[in-house]
């Protein structure tokens, strides 16, 4: 079995935003009453602790399945006949910037829904990681399927 973080750089980005918001609380600590301390303690801690429990998602690989888990609970759970498509594809990840990713569908995916993966509603049938390491040979060699490249621009072209 294999266990892969879903997303790395969000984990670290989330931890250097927990520590510089608590370095700005406690340094207004001193100046401030305990109360209003509180307050901006809860205004600037609470929406990192909230984006905790979605960076340490991770993804378990395996021969006959593959999982996306949360700690110990099961968000989403594909087993490898079930899955139609594996390959890679682009989601965006600001303004005129996109982001590899690796998905694993239920379904069939079109050109146009690979080049912007995030606009795709039906989420429950994909399950994303990024393209680090070598995710891509493992999955290769317990889903059997083929694994579709990213698209070209003549495909972008013709859409």
Same mark, same amino acid.
């Given at each position: 079995m ?36 509180l ?18 998602? !991770? /993804? ?5 399945? =593959? ?6 609970? *099961? +968000?989403r759970?594909?087993?490898? %006949?079930?899955?139609c ?28 829904e ?13 399950? !994303? /990681? ?5 995710? =891509? ?6 889903? *059997? +399927?083929?694994?579709?490249?990213? %698209? ?8």
């Amino acid at each position: 079995m294999l266990k892969y973080k879903k997303s790395s750089g969000l984990l670290v980005l989330t931890w250097i935003m927990f520590f510089v918001l608590l370095g700005a609380c406690i340094s207004c600590a001193y100046t401030w009453k305990f109360n209003e301390f509180l307050v901006l303690l809860c205004i600037f801690e609470v929406p990192t602790i909230i984006a905790f429990p979605l960076v340490y998602q !991770t /993804i378990k690989i395996d021969n006959s399945k =593959i999982s996306l888990e949360l700690w110990f609970i *099961k +968000l989403r759970t594909f087993l490898w %006949p079930e899955v139609c498509e594996v390959g890679l594809a682009y989601t965006r990840a600001g303004y005129g910037t996109y982001k590899k990713l690796i998905y694993i569908s239920k379904r069939p995916l079109t050109d146009k829904e690979r080049f912007n993966l995030g606009r795709v509603k039906d989420h429950k049938n994909f399950i !994303t /990681i990024e393209n680090r390491g070598n995710i =891509i040979d493992d999955i290769k060699k317990y889903s *059997k +399927l083929p694994f579709r490249d990213l %698209p070209t621009t003549e495909d972008f072209n013709n859409m």
